[in-house]
């Protein structure tokens, strides 16, 4: 079966996601992730979803329970590049994500997850 | 209202739900929907495709491109076989699930549409047709 690569990046663990994903690939990949946070302390995980042309609840459901899992391991989720149709279908969808972060890129989301560990700012989702 | 073209795909697995929502997308394009709009039909299908895998234990999706007019749309029904539903509108209400979902599929697929429509009987299946005008 396919996985979905889990790249170290300093501290935190990054996750593009590029396939349209089918159902048993999005949970291997929430138990591949939460045995690579526990296996590499990692602190924070992006989840890039520029590639994503659509996010349904199934996915949108998979966001919020990998971010409720890597909280309790103590590392906190990032979900970058998401693309403005998602956006704006996702909130009429009724989706709100709550329990997730959002960063425009990889590189505004690893500056979120740096500020958290330094201890600067309150990682409140606010555009750092 | 003519109907343009008409196809129907079985939805039997996971893999038949990602290939609904490419072919989808591909009419969504044919008939010039904007972006937003074909991500909109796009994640509709995906939902109600889903609850016909998982609620209806399988059936059809049926893609048809209608006419009314001068205006082209794009139809879609999910058909299934399965136990139907006792309380259609308690199924509708958001945040409604018998699983484990988010209870968002339904109510969130009628707001992505220009019309909806539900038809549904204990012990002999659902049909749910949305339409997404141009
Ligand atoms: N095709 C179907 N056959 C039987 N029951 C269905 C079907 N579609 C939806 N339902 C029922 O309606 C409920 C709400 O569906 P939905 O809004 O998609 O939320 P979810 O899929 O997250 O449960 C489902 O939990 C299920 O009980
Ligand atoms: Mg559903």
Redesign the interface.
């Known amino acids: 079966m396919d996985r979905i690569p889990i790249l170290k990046m300093g501290d935190a663990l990054l996750i593009t996601i590029q396939v349209d994903m089918h159902d048993r690939l999005a949970l291997a990949l929430e138990e591949d992730l939460t045995a690579k946070i526990a296996a590499t302390k990692a602190k924070g995980v992006l989840i890039d979803i520029s590639s994503l042309e659509i996010v349904d609840s199934f996915i949108g459901r998979m966001l919020d329970n990998i971010a409720a899992v890597s909280r309790m391991l103590d590392a906190d989720t990032v979900v970058v590049g998401m693309r403005p149709a998602v956006a704006i279908t996702l909130v009429e969808l009724g989706l709100s994500l709550t329990g997730v972060k959002t960063a425009l890129n990889v590189e505004r989301g690893m500056l979120m997850i740096q500020n958290r560990l330094r201890g600067l700012g309150d990682f409140s989702g606010r555009r750092s | 209202m003519a109907v343009v073209r008409d196809d129907v795909m079985p939805v039997r697995s996971?893999?038949d739900i990602?290939r609904v929502?490419?072919e989808v997308?591909a009419r969504a394009i044919e008939i010039g929907l904007s972006?937003?709009d074909?991500?909109?039909i796009?994640?509709a299908a995906?939902?109600l495709a889903?609850n016909t895998l998982d609620y209806g234990g399988g059936g059809t999706t049926r893609l048809e491109v209608v006419q009314d007019g001068g205006r082209r749309g794009i139809r879609l029904t999910f058909e299934d076989k399965g136990p139907g539903i006792a309380d259609v509108e308690l199924a509708l209400k958001?945040g409604y699930t018998s699983g484990k979902?988010?209870g968002?599929?339904l109510?969130?697929a009628r707001?992505?549409s220009n019309e909806f429509f539900i038809e549904s009987k204990p012990g002999e299946g659902t049909r749910v047709t949305i339409v997404r005008w141009k």
């Open positions: 996971s893999d990602v929502r490419q997308r972006l937003v074909q991500t909109k796009v994640t995906s939902e889903r958001d979902g988010l968002l599929g109510s969130g707001r992505l």
